[in-house]
Structures are given as structure tokens and as C-alpha cells.
């Protein structure tokens, strides 16, 4: 099972960007999937996840203004990013728990990451 990452870029202070993940492989279900981001010299934190059922939690700092939803194609996750800020450039990494179509067992798979530059 792996997870890809896509949407990143250049944005300015303000402005918005819709990142995307896609899980792919020998997938029975996804149980979870969520984004975390990390920044320069920084721990990688979470910024929101959502779970099969719909249920989501997000970081306080993501509240408001990040948004995450089940995209339209199967296993891929959606995380709308607006009124972005100089603190949220970071490497946003996808995440997923994922039940193995094969050996039935749980596997958390993390993606490469996608880099989000806000400037001034």
C-alpha cells in the first residue's frame, strides 16, 4: 500500500491551495486517513484527519480555515487549505490506516510530501 501526495506550491499570504492524497495497493479498507505537516527544524504535527465514518479532528491551528473531506475518487482525501499563513509553510504529509486486502492486518503507510511555501 502506498500514499501519494499532490497539490503543493507557491502561495501568497491569504491566498488558498487544495492538496490531495491517493492511496493505492492491496487495499481491503481504509480505516483513516490524515495530513500532518512539518516544518523547518520542527516536529511533524497533525493537522486533521478524518475517518471512514466522516468523523474529522483538526489541529487549533487548522481549525477554521483547513477543511479535509473524502475526494471524489475512491481512497484519496482532500485538504482545502485557505487563508494561508507564512507559519503554515511546512512539508504536508499524507497518512493512512489501511486494512490489508491479503493479510488482513492494520498498516499505517505515510506518503513522500508535498511542500507549501506561503510567502509575504
Known amino acids: 500500500v502506498q500514499v501519494v501526495e499532490s497539490g503543493g506550491g507557491l502561495v501568497q499570504t491569504g491566498g488558498s491551495l487544495r492538496l490531495s492524497c491517493s492511496a493505492a495497493?492491496?487495499?481491503?479498507?481504509?480505516?483513516?486517513m490524515a495530513w500532518y505537516c512539518q516544518a523547518s527544524e520542527k516536529w511533524r504535527e497533525l493537522v486533521a484527519r478524518i475517518y471512514a465514518v466522516g468523523t474529522t479532528n483538526y489541529a487549533d491551528s487548522a481549525k477554521g480555515r483547513f477543511s479535509i473531506s473524502w475526494g471524489n475518487a475512491n481512497n484519496t482525501v482532500d485538504l482545502q487549505l485557505n487563508s494561508l499563513k507564512r507559519e503554515d509553510t511546512a512539508v504536508y504529509y499524507c497518512?493512512?490506516?489501511?486494512?490489508?486486502?491479503?493479510?488482513?492486518?492494520?498498516?499505517?503507510?505515510w506518503g513522500q510530501g508535498t511542500l507549501v511555501t506561503v510567502s509575504s
Open positions: 495497493g492491496s487495499i481491503f479498507i481504509i480505516n483513516m
Open positions: 497518512n493512512a490506516d489501511v486494512r490489508d486486502l491479503h493479510t488482513q492486518s492494520y498498516v499505517e503507510v
